[in-house]
Each structure stands twice: as structure tokens, then as C-alpha cells.
């Protein structure tokens, strides 16, 4: 079972920290939808790349981003 609870806890701890970057691996896209409607309700800049992601929309810098969703 998927530990969303803790994980999206974790992800509003550095989210209070608005100097923190961070990067986000995780294996299953369900927590991935968690985290992403967790940092879209909170209006955080994010990239998230998972395999429907295309390469021309996977942005190859941004200085504003602080958090980048990686899908393994």
C-alpha cells in the first residue's frame, strides 16, 4: 500500500521553506498525481515528466522551477 499520507506531509514541510529545490522520484504515477495535485492547490511551479511527458515539452532549464516530478 502506497504511503501518500506521509509523503505528502513531507512534501508540505519543504514546500514551507521558500528557498528549498527539490526533486521528487517516485515509482508509481498514483503518488505522482498525489504530489501534483498537492503542489497545484498550493499554486507551486513544477515540471513533472513521466513517460507521456514528450521530449519537446520537457524543458531543458528554468530558473523559477523548485520542484521537478520524475516518474521512474
Known amino acids: 500500500m502506497l504511503q501518500l499520507g506521509p ?15 527539490f526533486i521528487v522520484f517516485a515509482h508509481h504515477r498514483v503518488m505522482l498525481d498525489s504530489i501534483t495535485e498537492q503542489l497545484v492547490d498550493n499554486n507551486v ?24 516530478l520524475l516518474h521512474q
Do not use: C, W
Open 45 to 68: 511551479t513544477f515540471i513533472r515528466i513521466d513517460g507521456s511527458t514528450l521530449a519537446v515539452d520537457r524543458p531543458v532549464a528554468e530558473q523559477f522551477i523548485r520542484i521537478i
Open 7 to 21: 509523503v505528502k506531509e513531507y512534501v508540505k514541510m519543504l514546500l514551507e521553506n521558500a528557498d528549498v529545490k
